[in-house]
């Protein structure tokens, strides 16, 4: 099956075919009306779509799912087992997509959850989806932002350790993501209020608690407020994320993982979903994991997916500003 006449389908990566993607995506695939479905490409492996299909006990043909096939060397992989083939085969899956992206034969990538040991043991040394993005598109930096219903969250770091975080959370790279996502919500339409979270408890307390949110953070607020962005802060992380939910603010700029994924996944824990931002093509992703605990039960939830996929449309039909 191809996409529509004069369409431009969205890309769905599979995932490790060992987890839950091929689940999910035959889930969501099979609530489609035909018509819908053809706006969709899959990259991944027939038969562990065929072994989905058998697990959900789903009536949805193989032959009406867009699939840009990858062959996985040796036997049908098992469901919930780490594989170094499935790390690989997740790589090449990503790979097609990232490339008929750039080619503009998709609109953008939907992906499925990887499993990064396996990713590492095929050879593959990426910190996660972000990082691998990046590496294939020549992008010199990327964010992660977590988009929900009532909060939306952008990350100065994500994958990296707390002491790390600290270290990285300088003047230029907080700009750098207080830019991108203001840059994200205008392409959307939309001027955002951002408000960027302090990194010591109740932001240094004069520096009684630590400095850097004085001559770290402070620093970067008052460049992109130059530039003409609403922007606040630093506000105490122990406050911010329930103003934001409340309303006050469109998006929160966390400096490290933990601090913006707690509090999201608190509030929207089946429906945020990560979108990469900084990339040359776009990218948005279901936000857990390979679930190898539950895959091919056949009860893995897509509703994330849904989220994912509606996001995409969302995106396709807002173009970048040229850069």
Do not use: W
């Amino acid at each position: 099956m191809t996409a529509a006449i004069g369409i431009t389908p969205i890309g769905i990566t599979m995932g490790d075919p060992a987890g839950v993607g091929p689940e999910i995506i035959v889930k969501s695939l099979s609530a489609m009306p035909t018509e819908d479905r053809s706006r969709y490409r899959v990259f991944g492996n027939r038969d562990s779509l065929a072994a989905a299909i058998a697990v959900l006990g789903s009536d949805l043909l193989l032959d009406s799912i867009d699939l840009c096939h990858t062959d996985i060397p040796g036997d049908l992989l098992p469901f919930g087992q780490l594989d170094p083939r499935g790390g690989e085969a997740c790589f090449r899956f990503i790979e097609a997509a990232v490339r008929q992206a750039e080619a503009g034969q998709i609109a953008g990538i939907v992906t499925a959850p990887i499993n990064k040991a396996a990713l590492n043991a095929a050879g593959h040394h990426y910190d996660g989806h972000t990082g691998m993005l990046a590496s294939l598109t020549g992008a010199k930096s990327s964010f992660m932002l977590l988009a929900s219903e009532r909060l939306n969250v952008i990350h100065v770091s994500t994958h990296i350790s707390l002491k790390g975080a600290i270290d990285r959370a300088r003047p230029d790279r907080i700009l750098a993501t207080i830019r991108a996502g203001h840059a994200h919500f205008r392409r959307l339409g939309q001027t955002p209020r951002i408000a960027v979270a302090g990194i010591n408890p109740h932001c240094g307390e004069g520096g009684l608690f630590g400095d850097e949110d004085d001559t770290h953070i402070a620093p970067a607020v008052a460049m992109a407020r130059a530039e003409g962005i609403d922007v606040s802060g630093p506000i105490s992380a122990d406050t911010v994320f329930h103003r934001a939910y409340q309303g006050a603010f469109d998006l929160v700029v966390a400096q490290y993982h933990d601090q913006g994924h707690i509090p999201i996944k608190l509030v929207a824990f089946d429906t945020a979903i990560n979108v990469s931002l900084g990339l040359p093509i776009d990218r948005c992703s279901v936000d857990h994991g390979t679930a190898f605990d539950i895959a091919g039960k056949g009860i893995a939830n897509n509703i994330n997916l849904d989220h994912a996929l509606a996001y995409a449309r969302r995106m396709a039909v807002s173009p970048k500003a040229p850069s």
